[in-house]
């Protein structure tokens, strides 16, 4: 945004903190690139949305892939949430939820890639309200979709890491023959020591998580194969077709049952969220408006297909539902695991499901980092300048890693209470981020501002685009309803008061203070062709904040 712009932005909005804000902003540092020749494609077109590239592009089309497919962890995520369609409405619930909720993310998945495509940065589809709202309201939109998203990350990275616990204690559990049951506390103890040891691995180099990245979708697949073929030929009494598709048993206490049937949706929707994800590391992808849409596109489409798949198997092999409800893991599919190939298959699988949620959190956490670091580069944080810094050895943002798995470590603290509180996590994963994605889909139908890169839906667009935020409101409503009646402090939905909190937060704290300093996306770079001024900024001389000093550091 030029000088102009920015004083035009200020006088549209007639307040005089919008004025004396954007005049602080204007006051500060814009990097002149003048050597375009030594910027390649990616970094180019980088520096004409405003910013210089800070992070290695490491990241291949297969990695890429992978990347995509790590944050929905199909298999872990699938076993994980498996429970609650099964509550909601029984087999037929379990089937249908995700046929139909995962078409509704499929079409917000690809909304989301073709904004991805036309606007490639770490701050995702936060950084696009810039270009899709009108300039008068750029502060207020990217605001909110920025809170919004950030809040459905650290649910999201929360979550995953509140189930990696779950299913490592399943499998301790099974193991021991069910002697031993997991408690709460125990629980959220583990789940801490596992999110340390992902902020451990994301204080890496992103070389070092691009090759960890690379490999898994393979690894994957193979789980994901072997065990459906495990499962269909190990167990003896399967379900009959009749009774999977269209055997209705409500547990929840909902009436009427069709009701209760629509909290289902909640399994596809969680697993198939964060779409944003690889986004978030455009900046460390080599092509990103081609790679980065074309990975979340391909990946989850595998996802739906393949969760679809995987969820109607572990229907057909379910057993007694009631009972299967009841398992003392407290994890329906790790019982079906152990009822149909026996204890040592079981603990197998189980552990298989551990890792690949492992990575999920790795990938998550890594996205989430990458997200702070991008809003503190915009100041929308606060100590904004503690969280942008980059260290010098690792080149990736270290504080903004641990302010973020801090951040997911606390927030599990509720499971102390009880796992209806941490169920409200998992819903507000699907609510925060699917409406952080819908602001800018929304603005983009509206306002006809809209420029497509490379992967555009052509004609197509604006028909998913409707479908994408028409769900998005559908779902929205049944997940801040109680899944369980009659209700109790007990099994309360406590998304709607967190959502209230954070809501409270936000708005607070934009009169409190946003609004005299926060502009929207802000201009960090100018890029320049044919000039001849005295100060250039090559691509090979950066400026970069180090641990607190403006160091000139070599980039490579």
Known sequence: MTDSQFVQQAQRRKSSAAIAALEKANQGHVAVVEDIALLDEADRRLAELGYIAVYKREFSWLSCFSFATSISGLFASVATTYVYPLEAGGAASAVWCWLISGFGGMCIALSVSELVSAYPTSGGLYFTCKYLAPEAWVPEVSWLCGWLNL??????????????????????????????????????????????????????????????????????????????????????????????????????????????????????????????????????????????????????????????????????????????????????AAQIFYDNIGPAGGVFFTVAAFIILNFTGITAMQAGARTVWAYSRDEMLPLSHVWYKINNTTTTPLYSVWLFTMCCAIINL????????????????????????????????????????????GKASFWINLWAVTWTLFVSIIFVLPTI????????????????????????????????????????????????????????????????????????
């Open 485 to 556: 009646r009659p209700v109790t402090a007990e099994n309360m939905n406590y998304v709607c008061v967190i959502l209230v909190a954070v809501a409270i937060f936000a708005v607070g704290y934009w009169y409190a203070a946003g609004r005299y300093y926060y502009t929207g996306p802000r201009v960090k770079a100018q890029l320049v062709e044919g000039a001849t001024a005295d100060r250039k900024l090559a691509h090979t001389d950066e400026k970069r904040i180090v641990e607190g000093d403006e160091k000139s550091i070599t980039a490579s």
């Open 414 to 457: 509720i499971g102390c209470g009880s796992y209806t509180a941490i169920a409200a996590i998992f819903n507000l994963t699907a609510i925060a981020l699917d409406w952080s994605y819908c602001i800018p889909i929304l603005c983009k139908m509206m306002f006809g501002k809209f420029q497509p890169g490379p992967f555009h839906l």
């Open 151 to 332: 809040l459905g990350q650290i649910a999201g990275a929360a979550s995953t890491e509140y189930g990696c616990a779950q299913l490592l204690l399943a499998a301790v559990s099974m193991s021991s023959g069910f002697s031993y049951t997991p408690t709460n506390g125990q629980t959220v103890g583990v789940m801490a020591a596992v999110t340390i040891f992902h902020g451990c691995l994301n204080s890496m180099s992103t070389s070092y998580l691009e090759k960890m990245t690379r490999g898994y979708v393979l690894f994957h697949v193979g789980v994901l194969v072997s065990c459906c073929i495990t499962l269909l030929v190990m167990t003896q009494d399967k379900h009959p077709s009749s009774y999977v598709w269209t055997n209705v048993l409500p547990e929840a206490g909902w009436s009427p049952s069709g009701f209760s049937f629509l909290f289902g949706f909640l399994s596809a929707s969680w697993t198939m969220t964060d779409y944003d994800a690889t986004a978030h590391i455009a900046e460390e992808i080599k092509n990103p408006e081609i790679k980065a849409p074309w990975a979340i596109a391909t990946a989850l489409g595998f996802t739906y297909i393949g969760g679809w798949l995987f969820t109607i198997v572990l229907t057909y092999c379910s057993g007694d539902i009631p009972t299967t409800l009841l398992s003392p893991m407290a994890q329906p």
